[in-house]
């Protein structure tokens, strides 16, 4: 059953010119151009976004958690404890790797910048050197930077125009009595 | 060296650290959680059902877009519910297949047939109100992930149960066949709305445990006596009577008594028994066996242009 399972793609949402992206979920398609128009939909009904990032989930390599790192030996270093997360990337020479840091738990992963580094351990000491300066509880994924996919700059008006118009998706489009407004 | 996870884990909950993929959690945290998200996915895909009935029927554009806009709402929310339920180790193929095998539960509300355009307000103020009471405090819930999906929810919510209300409101105002349109819709929608908060608190025997584990927030009784109270003042605004006739402030409680709830009827419709039960499923699995070929040439397609890109970096 599982053989049939489209991939599963990490979805990062720039919400706004000059900001981070952000991670916001994750979901199944065959390709990375079926990821980017189904993130588009899935996440971006009402102008979420002007930019999509989508990475197959198991290119995403993550720091342990920090009370845990003495706990397990080796590391697995894939970013949900689902059993197809073992995939590492073939070729590791001094390569580009973009780093994403949740700063606290319970908040989303957000995009922070790149580095270079030979391999995966390499390049999450690196980060978390470099972005996290050694905080507590901080999670790191990083990811080859080839391994992002986003959507092309010309399609932005296409793909994130239209919601702008939708204006009933918005609660005040509906004018109800005033004592609801709580509702 | 001997280090308590569970310690750990119990300190997190403590200092409302939130809980995410990979840290230890226990293994019954970790399978209450993933039948909850997966329930809670569920719900939202079939809920699409009784609403889609009345998509090409809606009475004019305005409302047209608006109740397609909430049933892509809700297809939305099921996909974000599912990759939180992901991240606990299930796969999708198998959540689906749970689903359609009759394993897995959903809300039972969506077993109940929308017979008129009414019912598309009575579900947009009763059920996705008595839902965003339940999910509110989900936006606090202890696992991270869920947590996250939440709070997209709820934020996107709000418009739906508005929605709603402007049609009862429309409804309620309109000639006398409508407004008695609009009050049967509550008269059938009522009572299973206030069972969508689940059984009663000493029959609930794994809220206890929820709660300590703050996966659940506030207790099914708690929730719903919250549901009726708001909901009495919006009821009199529309000049509509809720079905039951025990409804009483009760001064000492500061909260208004209501009548029995007749859970034999809730456990029949959980049972499989509901009068839309076999319906809402054929229809879920006929969804998914007509879309496998979809889902093939897809991937047919997507294994073409791979290999070409191969062929054209060589």
Redesign the interface.
């Known amino acids: 059953?599982?053989q049939?399972?489209?991939p599963?793609w990490e979805v990062f949402i720039r919400s706004k010119q000059g900001l981070n992206h952000k991670h916001?979920?994750?979901?199944?398609a065959?390709?990375y151009d079926?990821a980017i128009e189904n993130a588009r939909?899935?996440?971006t009904?009402?102008m979420e976004g002007v930019s999509i990032w989508v990475i197959e989930s198991n290119q995403i390599h993550?720091s342990?958690?920090n009370?845990?790192v003495?706990?397990f030996e080796s590391a697995n270093q894939k970013?949900?404890?689902?059993?197809?997360f073992y995939n590492l990337p073939e070729e590791l020479n001094h390569t580009m790797w973009e780093v994403f840091i949740?700063s606290k738990?319970?908040l989303?992963h957000k995009h922070v910048g790149s580095l270079y580094a030979v391999d995966v351990d390499m390049a999450i000491e690196t980060a978390r050197d470099g972005y996290t300066r050694s905080i507590e509880?901080v999670?790191i994924w990083v990811v080859q930077s080839n391994q992002i996919h986003a959507n092309e700059p010309d399609e932005q008006d296409a793909l994130f125009e239209p919601a702008q118009d939708?204006t009933?998706?918005?609660?005040t489009?509906?004018?109800?009595?005033l004592?609801?407004n709580?509702? | 060296?001997e280090?308590n996870?569970e310690k750990?884990f119990d300190e997190?909950l403590e200092n409302e650290?939130?809980?995410?993929?990979?840290?230890?959690m226990p293994e019954k945290y970790r399978k209450t959680l993933l039948r909850q998200i997966s329930q809670h996915a569920h719900s939202e895909i079939v809920g699409m059902l009784p609403e889609g009935n009345w998509i090409t029927r809606a009475p004019n554009l305005?409302r047209k877009?608006?109740l397609l806009?909430k049933v892509?709402?809700e297809a939305?929310h099921g996909?974000?519910l599912y990759?939180?339920a992901?991240?606990?180790?299930m796969?999708?193929?198998?959540m689906f297949?749970d689903l359609h095998s009759g394993k897995a539960k959903y809300s039972s509300i969506f077993n109940y047939p929308t017979l008129t355009w009414a019912d598309m307000g009575a579900i947009g103020w009763l059920v996705d109100?008595a839902a965003i009471m339940n999910q509110v405090p989900l936006c606090r819930t202890s696992y991270?992930?869920y947590?996250?999906?939440m709070v997209?929810v709820c934020k996107?919510e709000?418009?739906h149960?508005?929605?709603g209300?402007?049609i009862m409101?429309t409804l309620s105002k309109g000639t006398p066949e409508q407004k008695a349109m609009a009050q049967d819709a509550l008269n059938r929608w009522w009572w299973p709305s206030i069972m969508m908060f689940g059984p009663n608190d000493d029959n609930s025997p794994n809220t206890a445990q929820s709660m300590k584990w703050k996966i659940k927030r506030f207790s099914n009784d708690e929730l719903r006596q919250k549901f009726i109270d708001?909901t009495i003042?919006?009821a009199e605004?529309l000049g509509l009577t809720i079905p039951d006739k025990d409804l009483k402030w009760n001064e000492e409680r500061g909260h208004n008594d209501f009548g029995t709830i007749n859970w034999d009827e809730f456990n029949q419709v959980v049972a499989g028994n509901g009068p839309c039960n076999k319906q809402r499923l054929k229809a879920r699995v006929d969804a998914w066996n007509k879309g496998e070929w979809v889902?093939e040439a897809?991937?047919a397609?997507?294994e073409k242009?791979?290999k070409r890109k191969n062929t054209q970096a060589a």
Not at chain 2, 86 to 89: A, M, Q
Not at chain 2, 91 to 94: G, L, N, V
């Open positions: 059953m599982n049939k399972e489209w599963l916001v979920g994750s979901l199944h065959v390709d079926m939909d899935v996440y009904r009402r993550t342990e958690p009370d845990q003495a706990l970013i949900y404890k689902h059993p197809t949740q738990q319970g989303n509880g999670s939708k009933y998706r918005h609660p489009f509906y004018i109800l009595p004592e609801l709580h509702m | 060296m280090i996870l750990l997190k650290i939130k809980i995410e993929p990979k840290d230890w305005r877009v608006a806009a892509q709402d939305g996909l974000y990759s939180a992901e991240t606990l180790g796969s999708r193929d198998e297949n109100g991270g992930p947590a996250r999906a997209r996107e709000s418009f149960q508005r929605q209300y402007e409101l708001v003042p919006q605004l889902r897809a991937t397609f997507a242009r791979s």
